[in-house]
């Protein structure tokens, strides 16, 4: 995404803008500058107060409304922690800004039931999303959590029906194969030890042998 930055900023105090910010339709427009959001933070600029990171992204009511639809997610935005908390109906989720509000950062809640109300889920334990790098979008975000749990839900039927067209679809689906081969095998095992343990109950003879 493009931002704004005036270029009449004293140095060392610069501050980027998305494009529909007040203090952008403050600058004259022969001082306005327009370049990437990585671009103005590599000049030293940090992010607006006012319509930076995800407080900016929160004034977008119509965006997240639609997100919230398109998605099937639950957006609740905590302005105390500037934390944006996502739900899904298996998964919860957080995301807040780096330092310099350039990038955001996904955390992946421990445990949680769809029952939980948000005042709980935002106490819990969470980690942090190995496998998703820091990213300038938003919208990426909120999408990768959403194709995620909806391919929990189709592992949890069967994982052969998981996507198989991109490459990240395709490294999910052969995690999802190991995962159920241990699953299966582990299950195989503990069959074996109930069947002879029920053996040997009814045959005390049978556990003097195995221990031959």
């Known amino acids: ?6 270029m009449i900023s004293v140095e060392g105090k610069k501050v980027y803008h998305r494009p529909d910010c007040v203090y952008v339709k403050r600058m004259k427009p022969q001082n306005r500058m327009s370049l990437s959001r990585k671009q103005a933070v590599e000049q030293g600029c940090r992010c607006c107060r006012c319509c930076g990171g995800l407080r900016g992204e929160m004034r977008e009511t119509a965006q997240i409304l639609a997100w919230q639809r398109d998605y099937r997610v639950s957006l609740d935005y905590v302005k105390k922690t500037d934390t944006l908390y996502v739900r899904t ?27 939980m109300p948000l005042e709980q889920a935002i106490q ?10 820091p990213a300038e979008s938003l919208l990426k975000l909120i999408r990768y959590i959403a194709d995620h749990d909806k391919a929990i839900l189709i592992i949890r039927d069967d994982y052969r029906k998981l996507p198989q067209s991109t490459k990240r679809q395709k490294k999910y689906y052969r995690q999802a194969e190991r995962r159920v081969k241990r699953l299966e095998q582990r299950q195989s095992r503990q069959r074996m030890e ?19």
């Open 1 to 6: 995404m493009n931002v704004i930055v005036s």
């Open 194 to 212: 109930d069947l002879f343990r029920e053996i040997e109950e009814k045959d005390p003879e049978m556990r003097r042998l195995a221990f031959c």
């Open 89 to 115: 109906r298996i998964g919860c989720w957080k995301i807040f800004c780096q330092r310099d509000g350039a990038l955001y950062l996904l955390f992946h809640r421990n445990t949680y039931s769809n029952s």
């Open 124 to 133: 819990g334990d969470y980690h942090r999303q190995g496998d998703v790098k």
